[in-house]
């Protein structure tokens, strides 16, 4: 179901505060498919998007609250709207204008259909008043209006009963009835003149009645056909043009809304080089201390030789040096260029670009004598000559080539190229996952930091031994996998009699287990 938000508008509230003693007359309702914020609609003056007028049918009045009914029909309507507000306009008795005293909005509209979708459509509802102080409530009421759809019916459809005279009828079924009823004459009767207020009327024929002063006046006043010119040639100064070429001139005007670069036709138009995106031809001085960050619109800018030392936000290179400066913003994106107009270094200009206060760092551009004709030079701004690219090209070796051993003086040749990718012999055979030869422990060296694959020969002064294993001398293999490291002791003591007990045990990056007797007999 709809729900209508009904509003007292602040020139209706106006209105009310000079009632009393007044007459408030409704002038019209009209209709509209926008809407604005419930808190905005005391302060609308019209209509948002109005479509058309609505006919009032019908005002009625008790005490405060004048009742007023509204139908509106689609009869012209060539496309379907949204009924969303509608407003009704009142004024006072002695006000010459009226002002939008009450308007209502839908927040679920209805659909007005287009008189093709549904003919004869009507749209018909009440809209209560809330009134105070006026003397009397009075509505322009438009007795043509139409009923609601579903409820009109031809003549020939009336077929039972007689229309009472306050439905348009005569109450009766017969002439003589009627007339009764409607307090009419009878059929044949006779009147003076002066019983039917044609007192002044005698039987001068029409072509003998006298013109009016009024008329005649009127008629002075009228142009001869032959008087109006009907082309667009003629210099005559006392007679007047054709509504016909009226049309040709209107047709072939420019809408005073049309416009140029946003400004309108109606006056003399001077175009500046923004309007027309161009960069202006006049330079502009930049005042000493300014900071080159905060030029951002489209033009030519210079700071004097004065000033030079003062300006902010230059490249160091071209301190203290007199410069043009060259702006171009596009849409928030500026680009700056500063071109030294002294004659030193060549020919530089250095750019850069910002964008939302974020600028990026000077770039010096690339303009004929900063290009490098030789292979010495350490600057690492500028480009080099194409020539000396040839040089380079001729020179360089063919992408297929060998070398000699004795060229190969530094890196490592990794293990797919037939190297072990290693420059010391311990990480090679890690690299090449193999077991080193036989080597001395030193004396007191920890087992716990032997983690090198390798076999090593040890002492009893080597510690971390097997507890217990009275070793005095043995042979450790070390055999390591990524973190994992594996420990195996054979142990060679020979008095008095031979010892053959083997001990392991591992290691997982953390910690060492404890050594386990793997011995067998």
Same mark, same amino acid.
Request: glycine share 10%.
């Given at each position: 179901?709809?729900?209508?938000?009904?509003?007292?508008?602040?020139?209706?509230?106006?209105?009310?505060?000079?009632?009393?003693?007044?007459?408030?007359?409704?002038?019209?309702?009209?209709?509209?498919?926008?809407?604005?914020?419930?808190?905005?609609?005391?302060?609308?003056?019209?209509?948002?998007?109005?479509?058309?007028?609505?006919?009032?049918?019908?005002?009625?009045?008790?005490?405060?609250?004048?009742?007023?009914?509204?139908?509106?029909?689609?009869?012209?309507?060539?496309?379907?709207?949204?009924?969303?507000?509608?407003?009704?306009?009142?004024?006072?008795?002695?006000?010459?204008?009226?002002?939008?005293?009450?308007?209502?909005?839908?927040?679920?509209?209805?659909?007005?259909?287009?008189?093709?979708?549904?003919?004869?459509?009507?749209?018909?509802?009440?809209?209560?008043?809330?009134?105070?102080?006026?003397?009397?409530?009075?509505?322009?009421?438009?007795?043509?209006?139409?009923?609601?759809?579903?409820?009109?019916?031809?003549?020939?459809?009336?077929?039972?009963?007689?229309?009472?005279?306050?439905?348009?009828?005569?109450?009766?079924?017969?002439?003589?009835?009627?007339?009764?009823?409607?307090?009419?004459?009878?059929?044949?009767?006779?009147?003076?003149?002066?019983?039917?207020?044609?007192?002044?009327?005698?039987?001068?024929?029409?072509?003998?009645?006298?013109?009016?002063?009024?008329?005649?006046?009127?008629?002075?006043?009228?142009?001869?056909?032959?008087?109006?010119?009907?082309?667009?040639?003629?210099?005559?100064?006392?007679?007047?043009?054709?509504?016909?070429?009226?049309?040709?001139? !209107?047709?072939?005007?420019?809408?005073? *809304?049309?416009?140029?670069?946003?400004?309108?036709?109606? +006056?003399?138009?001077? #175009? &500046? %080089?923004?309007?027309?995106?161009?960069?202006?031809?006049?330079?502009?001085?930049?005042?000493?201390?300014?900071?080159?960050?905060?030029?951002?619109?489209?033009?030519?800018?210079?700071?004097?030789?004065?000033?030079?030392?003062?300006?902010?936000?230059?490249?160091?290179?071209?301190?203290?040096?007199?410069?043009?400066?060259?702006?171009?913003?596009?849409?928030?994106?500026?680009?700056?260029?500063?071109?030294?107009?002294?004659?030193?270094?060549?020919?530089?200009?250095?750019?850069?670009? !910002?964008?939302?206060?974020?600028?990026? *760092?000077?770039?010096?551009?690339?303009?004929?004598?900063? +290009?490098?004709?030789? #292979? &010495? %030079?350490?600057?690492?701004?500028?480009?080099?000559?194409?020539?000396?690219?040839?040089?380079?090209?001729?020179?360089?070796?063919?992408?297929?080539?060998?070398?000699?051993?004795?060229?190969?003086?530094?890196?490592?040749?990794?293990?797919?190229?037939?190297?072990?990718?290693?420059?010391?012999?311990?990480?090679?055979?890690?690299?090449?996952?193999?077991?080193?030869?036989?080597?001395?422990?030193?004396?007191?060296?920890?087992?716990?930091?032997?983690?090198?694959?390798?076999?090593?020969?040890?002492?009893?002064?080597?510690?971390?031994?097997?507890?217990?294993?009275?070793?005095?001398?043995?042979?450790?293999?070390?055999?390591?996998?990524?973190?994992?490291?594996?420990?195996?002791?054979?142990?060679?003591?020979?008095?008095?009699?031979?010892?053959?007990?083997?001990?392991?045990?591992?290691?997982?990056?953390?910690?060492?287990?404890?050594?386990?007797?793997?011995?067998?007999?």
């Amino acid at each position: 179901m709809s729900r209508w938000k009904c509003v007292l508008t602040a020139g209706g509230a106006a209105l009310l505060a000079s009632a009393p003693g007044n007459i408030l007359r409704i002038t019209k309702a009209v209709c509209g498919a926008g809407s604005v914020p419930e808190n905005e609609l005391a302060n609308q003056t019209a209509l948002t998007n109005s479509k058309q007028e609505m006919q009032i049918t019908k005002l009625s009045a008790q005490e405060n609250v004048s009742g007023i009914r509204l139908q509106l029909h689609n009869n012209g309507v060539g496309q379907a709207f949204d009924l969303r507000q509608i407003g009704i306009f009142g004024k006072l008795n002695q006000n010459p204008e009226d002002v939008l005293y009450m308007i209502l909005q839908n927040d679920t509209p209805d659909v007005i259909p287009s008189e093709n979708e549904s003919p004869n459509y009507v749209y018909e509802c009440l809209v209560n008043l809330i009134l105070g102080g006026a003397e009397s409530v009075e509505a322009n009421v438009d007795t043509a209006a139409f009923s609601t759809v579903g409820h009109t019916h031809d003549a020939a459809e009336i077929i039972s009963g007689t229309l009472p005279l306050n439905r348009g009828g005569t109450g009766a079924q017969d002439a003589a009835g009627a007339r009764a009823s409607l307090g009419a004459a009878a059929a044949v009767h006779s009147h003076t003149p002066g019983q039917v207020g044609l007192g002044n009327v005698d039987n001068t024929s029409d072509a003998n009645k006298p013109v009016s002063t009024a008329t005649q006046t009127a008629l002075d006043a009228k142009i001869p056909k032959a008087d109006i010119i009907n082309n667009l040639t003629s210099t005559v100064t006392d007679k007047p043009l054709s509504a016909a070429q009226g049309k040709v001139l !209107g047709d072939g005007k420019v809408p005073i *809304s049309r416009t140029v670069n946003g400004k309108a036709l109606n +006056v003399d138009i001077t #175009l &500046t %080089s923004s309007d027309v995106g161009a960069m202006p031809y006049s330079y502009t001085r930049i005042p000493a201390g300014s900071d080159l960050n905060t030029y951002i619109t489209t033009g030519r800018y210079y700071y004097h030789y004065d000033d030079r030392d003062t300006i902010i936000n230059v490249p160091s290179i071209l301190s203290g040096t007199y410069c043009a400066l060259y702006v171009s913003n596009v849409n928030g994106r500026v680009i700056q260029e500063l071109v030294p107009t002294t004659n030193w270094s060549g020919a530089r200009a250095f750019v850069r670009m !910002g964008y939302l206060g974020e600028w990026s *760092s000077w770039d010096e551009e690339l303009r004929g004598t900063s +290009v490098i004709d030789s #292979l &010495t %030079s350490t600057n690492a701004t500028r480009p080099l000559s194409a020539a000396q690219g040839k040089v380079l090209n001729d020179g360089k070796a063919p992408v297929s080539h060998s070398h000699s051993a004795s060229n190969i003086n530094s890196g490592t040749l990794p293990i797919v190229r037939g190297g072990t990718n290693a420059t010391t012999q311990a990480d090679a055979l890690i690299s090449l996952k193999a077991m080193g030869e036989f080597g001395d422990a030193s004396p007191a060296q920890n087992l716990n930091n032997l983690k090198t694959t390798g076999i090593y020969f040890i002492s009893s002064a080597s510690g971390n031994l097997p507890s217990g294993s009275d070793i005095d001398y043995g042979i450790l293999e070390v055999f390591k996998i990524d973190i994992f490291v594996i420990q195996r002791l054979t142990n060679l003591n020979n008095d008095p009699t031979p010892q053959m007990k083997t001990y392991q045990r591992g290691y997982r990056g953390d910690a060492w287990s404890n050594w386990k007797s793997i011995t067998m007999s």
